[in-house]
């Protein structure tokens, strides 16, 4: 026994088939969406630190090569590279430290380190424009990182 069904009503059927099927696909989605793992929160730090700025020319810093930094990174002008005083090393501003600096655009990159001496201060490689480095002077900044990376 066949059942004739008019063409308005095949469509009707067609239509609630795919909406039940489109319906079916996006709650399967959600639940597996839901029972992935959160991704870790990021603990930033934010501290204020003593800036100065420094440039890569004879006379300005220890050894010959004064576009070597201390862990043998070569500094070149334009880079966004900073160095940090020792007693923030352990605090996530080690090698290739990713940071912010309040004031300054983009992000900034840890690639040398500074005498024993200094506490809480970071250096700002400035390449070698005597200028800028003497324009900024010496600052209080809020510095943000994410330690550990």
């Not at 839901?34 to 004879?58: D, E, G, I, W």
Request: glycine content about 8%.
């Amino acid at each position: 026994m066949s059942l004739a069904l008019s063409p308005q009503r095949r469509v009707n059927a067609a239509t609630f088939t795919l909406v039940l099927v489109a319906l079916t696909w996006l709650v399967a989605r959600c639940e597996a969406d839901q029972r992935k793992p959160a991704a870790p929160v990021q603990n930033t730090v934010t501290m204020t630190v003593t800036a100065t700025a420094y440039n890569s020319l004879h006379g300005q810093g220890a050894g010959a090569d004064h576009a070597l930094a201390a862990w043998g990174d070569r500094l070149t002008p334009g880079m966004k590279s900073i160095a940090v005083s020792r007693d923030l090393i352990p605090m996530g501003l080690g090698h290739n430290a990713e940071l912010k600096i309040e004031g300054l655009p983009g992000t900034w990159v840890v690639k040398d380190k500074m005498h024993w001496r200094w506490k809480k201060k970071i250096d700002i490689y400035m390449g070698e424009d005597v200028q800028a480095a003497r324009k900024w002077g010496r600052r209080k900044v809020k510095i943000t990182f994410v330690p550990g990376e």
